[in-house]
């Protein structure tokens, strides 16, 4: 079945140690998406991939960036993580006209 | 920015009722898209709609637009502890290329058995 794959389920990560999380899709769209939902709260999107074309919302910290090497895969590097960076992570593919189709996300614990 | 506001904020229903939830937008929405997400896991699609009035089934849950795309509600018709989770609505912004999603703060349900 076409879906997104994320990996892995879960990250601990040590304070201020990068950590890269990964996701890949085989729908083949060419948008695709990178969530932080924090508990009980809603998922907060944090920039997304038009192709090539990479565009931050304006809040996310600089702290966070994203690399897109080809259509299938997509990674959210975090370059200095702090406390404030456990959340899960959560990955999306997506097309006009086709919706949204989310990964099972990474949980990210920051020690 | 589009903001979604859902309710209620949480639901404790017995096995059998029914239930609705609500899902209200500030701005006509493009499109609204309801999700499912159990703790600590990722977030399963249930239906898009995207019509005023549009409405779609799918086994015991239902979900329906306004006219006015507006407002939207997902009513559970005979509940059962495996539709327990959280409900997220989501608007997207998108027009014929592609959009993004903005999500409401999701309704967490619990069916006693």
């Known amino acids: 079945d076409a879906m997104v794959i994320q990996n892995p389920r879960y990250q601990v990560t040590q304070f201020g140690k990068p950590v890269t999380l990964s996701c890949s899709q085989t729908l083949n769209h060419n948008v695709m998406y990178w969530y932080q939902q924090k508990s009980s709260q809603a998922p907060k999107l944090l920039f997304h991939?038009?192709?090539?074309?990479?565009?931050n919302e304006a809040d996310t910290p600089d702290n966070f960036q994203s690399r897109r090497p080809n259509t299938s895969f997509c990674f959210l590097d975090i370059r200095s993580p702090g406390l404030g960076d456990a959340a899960m992570y959560l990955c999306?593919?997506?097309?006009?006209?086709?919706?949204?189709?989310f990964g099972s996300g990474t949980r990210l614990t920051v020690v | 920015s589009q903001e979604l506001e859902q309710s209620p904020q949480s639901l404790i229903v017995q096995e059998g009722k029914n239930l609705t939830i609500n899902c209200t937008s500030s701005k006509t929405l493009y499109g609204l898209y309801w999700y499912k997400q159990k703790y600590g896991e990722g977030l399963i699609f249930l239906m898009m709609?995207?019509?005023?009035?549009e409405e779609k089934s799918h086994e015991k849950i239902t979900a329906k637009l306004d006219e006015k795309k507006q407002q939207s509600s997902l009513h559970i018709t005979a509940s059962q502890p495996s539709h327990a989770g959280i409900y997220l609505c989501?608007?997207?912004?998108?027009?014929?290329?592609?959009?993004?999603?903005?999500f409401g703060q999701g309704t967490i349900l619990t069916v006693h058995p």
């Open positions: 999306a593919a997506g097309q006009g006209g086709y919706g949204y189709t």
């Open positions: 989501g608007a997207d912004s998108g027009g014929t290329s592609y959009g993004k999603l903005t």
């Open positions: 709609l995207q019509k005023g009035g």
């Open positions: 991939y038009y192709d090539k074309d990479f565009n």
